[in-house]
């Protein structure tokens, strides 16, 4: 009887057992995440989030706007994010997507062509993550299930130039492209619709900006003056690395999508105003909009900064941010890289002996470049009246920086990185400073690093007088 019982459970669980996976499998959802589909939602997500990031929080820190309220992140106040200043887990949460998109492409020979897109964009966001905090959890981060939940923070340096960092990415990325020859199309692509010569252009750019960024440790004239030969950059800005927004939900850009007092809570910075009055720039009617008491049109800025528990201002005195960026959203990009921005790269990396050209030619396509992609016609006096290439120096390292940080008002983090990197243009001292008037040169690593990876928090927290925001990055130091 015994024996009868030990068979009868054995065919029980054969039975249960032989098509357990097929019984308990979801027909409904897929076991593994097409790439297009992640190549996708990494370049949307990604765009959409740093697009308004870049817009709150990077516009106060590069004194493109000021906020009249919930302000202490425009005090510099940094660990109280408030309306954006909290992009750590943006660029961790996209970097594992990504990181998924090149393992998949690296495993799988029929989706290799998903190599280089998402090399190059593990540098692009490696790279802005890096720029903003210092050194950061890399190499061992971004592995998901597979990976360690407190990896250690790597040094800057090491992420740059290091195998499998920044630039090494870049060049892989490139070369992954250019021996590509199979069938399989690049889908799931909303910057270059598959083109990957647009890839390739686009990665080249990186290399120009990364380049440059670090051209203060090392030197880097040859491998700049190689791609400035080659001709393979963005050129145009057909060619930029951009998605469009749209006028209405949900693709438009979220300054649209909150209440109008969020957005009213941003207006013309101090800062802005004197250098586009400085420069009789048009622009100033796409960028803003006149304050409401003005009886002319006239546009006027806000220093940064004040306290708003012991300041009161009026909103009509104060020019709001222009319809652009609210009403007209489709006429705004999510602005990854554009050819003006790599002109500019090109023409400072010329003024500074780095590359063989003429800066003064690269500046003045650049200025025109920025003016079409902001949709604004460009005086007929601008470049020689407005702003003609100065006599060389630090001077016509001014203008060109300046230039470039007027049109990066949608990526104001890039501002103050440039500001962080250059000095210019010169940033003021706010109205009431939480940081003894000095500027940050670095975003702090959030408060749950030091709760979820807190021996390698410390770590890192030493090695920056204990996440000082004004210990300067790698590339940043004299």
Known sequence: MKNIYIVLITVLLVSCTKDFEEINTN????????????LRQVIYDYGEQMSYEGFTAGNLLGQYTTALDFNLFDRHDLKSPQLGGNPWPIFYQNLRDNETILQLSLQNETLSVYEGPARIMKAYMAAALTDLFGDVPYFEAFQGKNGTVTPKYDDQELIYTGEEGILDNLDKGIAALENYTGSIALEGDILFSGDLQGWIRFANSLKIKALLRISNKLDVSTKLQT?????????????????????????????ARLRIGDFNNFVLSETMEEQLKNLNDPRISVLFRPFSNSDSGEFNGLLNGIDASQTTVALADYSLA???????????????????????????????????ASAQQLYETGVAQAFEYWQVELPTDYLTVSAPYGSGGDASIEQIITQKWIANMINGYEGWIEYRRTGFPQLKTLSASLNNDLIPVRMPYPA?????????YQDAASRTDGNSINIPVWWDEN
């Open 448 to 456: 749950e690093e030091e709760a979820l990876n807190s021996v390698n």
């Open 322 to 356: 222009g319809t652009i960026f609210r009403e007209n959203t489709g006429d705004l990009d999510a602005n990854f890289m554009t050819s003006w921005e790599a002109h500019f790269l090109l023409a400072e990396a010329a003024e500074r002996g780095l590359i063989t």
């Open 27 to 38: 027909p409904n959802q897929p076991l593994s995440v097409q790439p297009s589909l992640l």
């Open 227 to 255: 791609i400035y030969d080659s001709g393979k950059y963005i050129q145009g800005n057909s060619e930029n690395a951009i998605f469009n927004f749209t006028d209405g939900e949900p693709n438009n850009f979220r300054l």
